[in-house]
């Protein structure tokens, strides 16, 4: 498998306050297609930082970074914003979904910045696949006020998909959901990987992370553990079980 | 991004504090509308002045007797009574680009007719006065150039003058007396309403100069010598030759006579309109910054208030030219619609301040496209800084902005 992803002892140091702060000490890590990794870490730990290099959202201090191949450690704002566009889909925590403007509109976003034009048609159709995908086409025309916190998440993660990413990137997805909507964004991201999208998210839920196939841990800057998953979970099977055991608690009540 | 698409999210924001875009548009309504109503009362101001200018004559100079000095008192302008017959036709024999003459000679006098009195001004002028004021004679026709060689007791009335003494009845062919003389009225003047200086022009009464001269005044000297330059382009030129004939015809004595320019007083009179339009102008352009000033604010807090946005549009690829468009699109919006509604506001107060105090008003297209012009590039101006902040924004920080 070629590595989407691969970082070369990178380095980030914030110089903006009193003290520099050196965020990220030398990170070396190859991604490959089709993995489904979770960075975890304490607070303060790197990992956001870490997440934000790897959606070029922010430039390595030192250090190269390889997207697919190509050196974007010395690219310049537009260019970044063009990859972001194009080879990155981004999950945040708190959604991130334009307010008074329709699912499908915020889904429609990305193509509008696109360098490359589409009908609206085209921007239309490729929209509701997409949400199709995360199973919310017929949630198009609702505003995200109309929409559960579970319902705006995969809004989120059907406009992160539109422009077919080679990397989906997701920071603490499930941060601000309940156990069970959790699960269900999980089950979206198990079935998007199965299709052979890579995933890379930040979470700092144990439980989480095992429904990932990899499990980076980042301490003071460094990473300092990676492993493999074992005894993954399997999203259906433990909505089943929430269920269930929700089903038999009201028979209890 | 799709121009199309920039517009729709521009007015979906706008319209999303509705009532905050219509105060902030408020500002520039209120500018463009007092710029529209001041130049259009100004513009009128002016036309009405230089109509009432226009109406004195064309390219007209007026010759006047000057100062006249015995035993070292000095009478003033007007005082030396040296002006001559013989000096209107030498002028009008010699000096070319003259298109008429009219030897002017003025006096108050008592007119009786028809069992009424009035007093008026009784102008003695040669046949081409009237081409050279651009009046006319509306009922019964002017005396002929037989009538001026003859002294012929004959006389056009004015307007005012016929109501006066006529109130009810056909002046053409009845008789008037001017100082006991019987005159014949051949022709009513057409009105000509009040002039620059708010004279009633009507209130007059035109005989051949011969007559008044010879009648009337009883003297040799005329009160004035009017005479019609071709083109503006000779005014010059023939003020200063009518000058050198004159100081010719008088021989080395001290110059008693004056020659004035009837283009220096219009130049004045407009000028002075000219001077308030642009004042007039200027202030209510301030009214219009102070809008901008509005709009700069608005965007600023807009700005402020939409970083998550702007941080998710960077974060999904916008480039900061494309968030910088998007504001800038929606400060224009936001001045020029408030330029296009302060045209209809601005337009209808003119209509209103000409219906309620009759001033003419004259709402010219050039305000109109300069003031919505303006207004526009307000937007830009003003709407530069905000956008330009939202486009530098870091989209990180942007996110994390609550």
Known sequence: MPAVVQLEEIHKIYDSGEVPVHAVRGVTLDIASGEFVAVMGASGSGKSTLMNLLGCLDRPTKGRYLLGGTDVSGLDRNQLADLRNQKLGFVFQGFNLLSRTTALENVELPMLYGRRRFTSREVRDRALHSLDIVGLSNRADHFPSQLSGGQQQRVAIARALINDPQILLADEPTGNLDSKTAVEIMGVFQKLNDQGITLVMVTHELDIAHYCKRNLIMRDGRLVSDTPVSGRLDAPVELQRILSAEAAHKLTD | MRFLNIIKVALRALRRSAMRSILTALGIIIGVAAVIA?????????????????????????????????????????????????????????????????????????????????????????????????????????????????????????????????????????????????????????????????????????????????????????????????????????????????????????????????????????????????????????????????????????????????????????????????????????????????????????????????????????????????????????????????????????????
């Not at chain 2, 101001?45 to 000057?66: D, M, R, T, W, Y």
């Not at chain 2, 309403?193 to 008044?212: A, M, R, V």
């Not at chain 2, 050198?244 to 002075?272: C, I, K, M, W, Y």
């Open chain 2, 38 to 402: 001041m130049v259009s009362i100004g513009n009128g101001a002016k036309s009405q002045v230089e109509a009432s200018i226009a109406s004195l004559g064309q390219n007209i100079i007026s010759v006047f007797p000057g100062n006249f000095t015995t035993g070292g008192v000095r009478g003033g302008w007007g005082s030396a009574s040296t002006l001559t017959v013989e000096d209107a036709q030498a002028i009008s024999r010699e000096i070319a680009g003259v298109v008429a003459v009219s030897p002017e000679i003025t006096d108050r006098a008592q007119v009786l007719a028809n069992g009424l009195n009035w007093n008026t001004l009784i102008r003695g002028e040669d046949i081409t006065y009237l081409d050279i004021r651009i009046w006319s004679v509306t009922d019964g026709e002017m005396f002929s150039e037989a009538d001026v060689r003859s002294a012929t007791k004959v006389c056009v009335i004015g307007k005012t003058v016929a109501n006066q003494l006529f109130p009810n009845m056909d002046p053409v062919g009845q008789t008037l007396r001017i100082r006991n003389i019987p005159f014949k009225i051949l022709g009513v003047l057409a009105s000509k309403g009040f002039n620059y200086f708010g004279q009633d022009q009507d209130d007059t009464l035109i005989i051949p100069y011969s007559s008044h001269l010879k009648r009337i005044a009883r003297r040799p000297n005329l009160n004035s010598i009017l005479i019609q330059a071709q083109s503006p382009e000779q005014m010059a030129r023939i003020q200063q030759d009518v000058t050198d004939l004159l100081q010719q015809r008088r021989s080395g004595r001290e110059p008693d006579f004056t020659v004035r320019n009837q283009q220096e007083l219009a130049e004045a009179a407009t000028a002075t309109t000219k001077t308030m339009t642009v004042l007039l102008g200027a202030i209510a352009g301030v009214s219009l910054i102070v809008g901008g000033i509005g709009i700069m604010n608005i965007m600023l807090v807009s700005v402020t208030e939409r970083t998550r946005e702007i941080g998710i549009r960077l974060a999904v690829g916008a480039h900061g030219r494309d968030v910088l468009t998007q504001f800038l699109v929606e400060a224009i919006i936001l001045s020029s619609m408030g330029g296009a509604l302060g045209v209809v506001l601005g337009v209808g107060a003119s209509q209103l301040v000409s219906k309620l105090n009759g001033w003419p008003v004259l709402v010219s297209t050039s305000a109109i496209v300069g003031a919505v012009a303006f207004s526009a590039a307000i937007g830009v101006f003003f709407g530069f800084y905000p956008a330009r902040k939202a486009a530098q924004l870091d989209p990180i920080e942007a996110l994390r902005y609550e």
